[in-house]
């Protein structure tokens, strides 16, 4: 395999994670009936630009299909730090009525609507048919199609060049970065800028976050790679914050190569710095990956087959990607997870691809009172336990597995 953004021979492994089916391709109780499609799912490094990447098996129509079950709106914490951002960025670059905000991967609207309360025109992208329709019922015009150089430039032509651009959790999705990472620079007015959140590499390793990786995840990020992805299409970075969601991400501002005159923050060198320093150049630094994942592995066994002995329920909260991964990694089945809860209305009644874990609404909780809850999605643990803090009545416990072992 080469590497999809610099076409270097890919050497360096990062994980191998066997197989799975896509993580969001929930399955209905009619499709219990048939097979499902399992893909390759290992994670390879270029070591000349360092950006880790998946092995391209299954296409994105497939894996971003018309039932795309994730909704962003379904994570209070998340809405809460979409709205921060909004009034940080608005503020910034002075954005107000005669200003155009595009944002690639609008989802449901969760964060255009914030936009759209102060005033400010916006347009989403989002090719997944019904997350566009949650998006249009707010009142927010979207383009249902998949983001690049064509589409940037029908845009920009159109009357939707961008004084500001957003993708939130997308630029990890594409199977072509470079395309995808052009059209930012067709798409944007000549002092226009570019937003892009994603997890970071950095702590993707150092805290054995494994199951971040999954089908839907073409690539994965630190800021080194970034900075190369991004100068060799026509973006200068021009400042990074560090954020905590998803177990670390980083917010990176861009603006056209050609046009922009932002200057670039300080910190950017200093990142850069404590990622050569942390060993994000080199091999070694993704050597012991592979071992930390079987560790958690046996970790998760042990734990769900010692309360299986002791009589004890386990069941989860969470039907999120990430559980998908480290469930099916770890061959965890009902035998051993009874069913997972999940608030999304579109996921309820479904089950896990490839567990094929039932997936039923909260109120199943109060209602069988398990002494264990996993929390799948541990990077909001924290809202998690807030909304669950009912379960203590019967003295419920939650566990969680990344980057360890952790009941509380």
Known sequence: MKCRHCDSELTVTLADLGSAPPSNAYLSAEGLHAPERWYPLRVLVCNRCWLAQAED?????????????????????????????????AGRLGLGGSSRVVEIAANDGYLLQYFKERGVSCLGVEPTASTAAAARARGIEVVEDFFGVRL???????????????????????????????GFRHLLKPDGVATFEFPHLLRLVSESQFDTIYHEHFSYLSLSAARSVFGANGLAIFDVEEVPTHGGSLRVYAQRADSGTRPVAACVADL?????????????????????????????LEFLLSAQARGERVVAYGAAAKGNTLLN???????????????????????????????????????????????????????????????????????????ALATF
């Open 272 to 300: 850069l710095r404590r990622e050569a320093a942390a060993g994000v150049l080199g091999e070694a630094f993704y050597a012991s990956f592979q071992r930390r994942i079987v560790e958690i592995k046996r970790q998760v």
């Open 57 to 89: 098996y299954a296409g994105r129509e497939e894996l971003f299909s018309d039932d795309y079950a994730y909704f962003s709106s379904f994570s209070s914490s998340w809405l809460a730090h979409c709205r921060s951002y909004v009034e940080s960025v």
């Open 152 to 182: 940037a430039r029908s845009l920009a032509t159109g009357g939707h060049a961008a004084d500001l651009a957003v993708a939130n959790n997308v630029l990890a999705h594409v199977p072509d970065i470079n395309d995808f990472t052009a």
């Open 329 to 403: 990694y770890c061959g965890v089945r009902p035998d051993l997870l009874e069913y997972v809860v999940d608030r999304n209305p579109a996921k309820q009644g479904k089950f896990l691809p490839g567990s094929r874990i039932p997936i039923v609404p909260e109120d199943r909780l109060a209602a069988d009172r398990p002494p264990w809850i996993l929390i799948l999605p541990w990077n909001i643990r924290d809202e998690v336990v807030r909304q669950l803090a009912y379960a203590r009545e019967w003295n419920a416990r939650f566990v969680t597995f990344i980057p």
